[in-house]
T-cell receptor, first 111, second 115 residues
Framework: GNSVTQMEGPVTLSEEAFLTINCTYT??????LFWYVQYPGEGLQLLLK?????DKGSNKGFEATYRKETTSFHLEKGSVQVSDSAVYFC??????????FGKGTLLTVNP | SAVISQKPSRDICQRGTSLTIQCQVD?????MFWYRQQPGQSLTLIAT?????????ESGFVIDKFPISRPNLTFSTLTVSNMSPEDSSIYLC????????????FGEGSRLTVL
C-alpha cells in the first residue's frame, strides 16, 4: 500500500539555520508528491509539489526534489525565519486527489 | 483559491452523542473530501463527498458512523455518530481548487473532544 514516513519532530532551529525535514514514501507507480504547511491557527496550505521523478518543487525559499531511486522527497530551506514556524506535512497522491499524509513535523524557529 | 469555513471550530461532546460538522466553500467546487487527524497521527481520508449522491468511503470508515451530506457544490456536512473517546480528533474539510493545477485547499479543522 501507499505510505509516507516523515521525520519525527519537533525541530527547533535558530533563525538563518539550514533546514532539512526528511520524507520517504512507499507507493505503487510514481505518485505526485507534496509538502503542505500549517501555520498556527490556520488551515493546511500547499507549500510545493512535484509530479514526476527528478522534478524539483520550490516556493518561499523551500525546495524538495522527487528522488525515485531513494523514494524520498526531503524538504530543505537554506535560511529559516521565525515566520517559518509551523507544522509541515509530506504527502503523496494516491488517485483522484486523494492524499496520504505523513504525521507532520513541528518546526519552531527562534530569533 | 478557495476559502473554506468549518463549524464548529471545536467542541466537547459526551460519549454516545452525535455531532455534525459543516463545511462551507466560497466558490463552487467539484470535489470535496473529509479527513481525520487523530492525536499524534497523520491525516487520514474518511470519504469523498459526492454532490447529489452517497459519499464514497475509504477502507475502515462506514456511512453509519460518518454520514455525509453534500446538497450542492459549496456545502457539505460530516456527522460523527454515537461518539466514543476514540473519535476525539481534528476533522478537516478539503476541496479541489479550480484550474489545471488542481490544488487541494483545507479548512482550519474542527477539533472534537469526546469525554
Amino acid at each position: 500500500g501507499n505510505s509516507v514516513t516523515q521525520m519525527e519532530g519537533p525541530v527547533t532551529l535558530s533563525e538563518e539555520a539550514f533546514l532539512t525535514i526528511n520524507c520517504t514514501y512507499t507507493a505503487t507507480g510514481y505518485p505526485s508528491l507534496f509538502w503542505y504547511v500549517q501555520y498556527p491557527g490556520e488551515g493546511l496550505q500547499l507549500l510545493l509539489k512535484a509530479t514526476k521523478a527528478d522534478d524539483k518543487g520550490s516556493n518561499k525559499g523551500f525546495e524538495a526534489t522527487y528522488r525515485k531511486e531513494t523514494t524520498s522527497f526531503h524538504l530543505e530551506k537554506g535560511s529559516v525565519q521565525v515566520s517559518d514556524s509551523a507544522v509541515y506535512f509530506c504527502a503523496l497522491e494516491r488517485s483522484n486527489y486523494k492524499l496520504t499524509f505523513g504525521k507532520g513535523t513541528l518546526l519552531t524557529v527562534n530569533p | 483559491s478557495a476559502v473554506i469555513s468549518q463549524k464548529p471550530s471545536r467542541d466537547i461532546c459526551q460519549r454516545g452523542t452525535s455531532l455534525t460538522i459543516q463545511c462551507q466553500v466560497d466558490s463552487q467546487v467539484t470535489m470535496m473530501f473529509w479527513y481525520r487527524q487523530q492525536p499524534g497521527q497523520s491525516l487520514t481520508l474518511i470519504a469523498t463527498a459526492n454532490q447529489g449522491s452517497e459519499a464514497t468511503y475509504e477502507s475502515g470508515f462506514v456511512i453509519d458512523k460518518f454520514p455525509i451530506s453534500r446538497p450542492n457544490l459549496t456545502f457539505s456536512t460530516l456527522t460523527v455518530s454515537n461518539m466514543s473517546p476514540e473519535d476525539s480528533s481534528i476533522y478537516l474539510c478539503s476541496v479541489k481548487g479550480q484550474g489545471s493545477t488542481g490544488e487541494l485547499f483545507f479548512g482550519e479543522g474542527s477539533r472534537l473532544t469526546v469525554l
